[in-house]
Every structure is written in structure tokens, then in C-alpha cells.
């Protein structure tokens, strides 16, 4: 059985007014999650064996310390910056064959309608900043479709499952 999760980015920062989107950093409340989700990894020993990430700041940020939590390897990937839920499912096509459990931490609003998609089922209608929706199949990266994963879980930072 192989697993995947969609995590949206922490909550980011406004940015400068000059700044670029691509470069907003997460604000407090955004690291603060991020660390909360580290450490609920490393406590409920949640291994991720590889991470793909959006190359924008606030996606790294938050990126990092869930792959150091669940000591995986983090791979960066211009392509999930903005990325629809085709390209989400091209990235997790082309998940190495030895690796069974994978993350990929992006951007709204590819990320709400690749959740929506997986599994045919309304996950949900927006997937908040750091909220992560669990997904399961038995079958390669490969052969993954759309509609062909189970859903199993929608996790969010309000919602008290980050507790340790």
C-alpha cells in the first residue's frame, strides 16, 4: 500500500510591496504550525520517505522541518509552484518506485482540486494553510489516477490533531 499527502504551505506573510510572490516567507503563526507538524512526526512517528516541494519560499519553510521530522528527502520542484492537478498528479507519477510513503507541499488552488480529484470524493472546499489530506492505493506511482486513490484523512492545524 503506498501513501500519499497533500499539504498546502503554512500561512505566508503578506510580503513587501515590491516583493515577488514566489519569495513571501510563512509569517509566525505559519512557522509555529510548521514546527507543531514536525514534532507531531517525530513523536507519532509519521515516516515520509520523500518530500516534493514548490520552490516558493513559504512552501520550502514549510517543506523542511516536516521532511527533518519524518527524515525524509526533500526535493525541490519549480513545476508545483501554482501547480494544477495535473501536474500534482505528474509529480507523484514520477515518485521513485522504491518509495511508498511521499508528501507534496504546494499552493491553492491546484492542491483543494488535486484532493477533490484523487479519490472522487469532496474532501474539501478549501484545503487550509498546512492542512493535510491523506490518501492510500495499492498499485506503482505510475499507475496512479485520477479516482484511483482512497481517501483517508483531512488533518488541519485548528482541528487539535497536531496535539502530541
Not at 42 to 61: G, M, P
Not at 80 to 94: C, G, H, K, R
Not at 100 to 123: E, R
Request: aromatic letters at 8%; a neutral charge; glycine letters at 6%.
Amino acid at each position: 500500500m503506498r501513501r500519499f499527502w497533500l499539504i498546502r504551505h503554512g500561512k505566508a506573510s503578506n510580503g513587501a510591496p515590491q516583493q515577488a510572490d514566489h519569495e513571501r516567507r510563512l509569517n509566525s503563526r505559519g512557522e509555529r504550525d510548521a514546527n507543531t507538524v514536525q514534532a507531531w512526526c517525530e513523536q507519532k512517528n509519521k515516516q515520509l520517505s520523500w518530500v516534493w516541494c514548490s520552490t516558493a519560499c513559504r512552501a520550502v519553510d514549510t517543506a523542511t522541518p516536516i521532511a527533518q521530522g519524518s527524515g525524509a528527502q526533500l526535493v525541490q520542484l519549480p513545476e508545483l509552484y501554482l501547480a494544477s492537478p495535473e501536474v500534482i498528479l505528474a509529480t507523484l507519477q514520477s515518485t521513485p518506485k522504491d518509495v511508498f510513503d511521499v508528501a507534496i507541499v504546494a499552493h491553492n488552488p491546484g492542491l483543494t482540486m488535486a484532493a477533490n480529484m484523487m479519490s472522487n470524493t469532496l474532501v474539501t472546499s478549501n484545503l487550509v494553510t498546512l492542512g493535510i489530506a491523506i490518501f492510500a492505493f495499492d498499485s506503482d506511482w505510475c499507475d496512479l489516477q485520477f479516482g484511483s486513490a482512497q481517501f483517508q484523512q483531512l488533518l488541519t492545524p485548528k482541528s487539535g490533531h497536531f496535539r502530541i
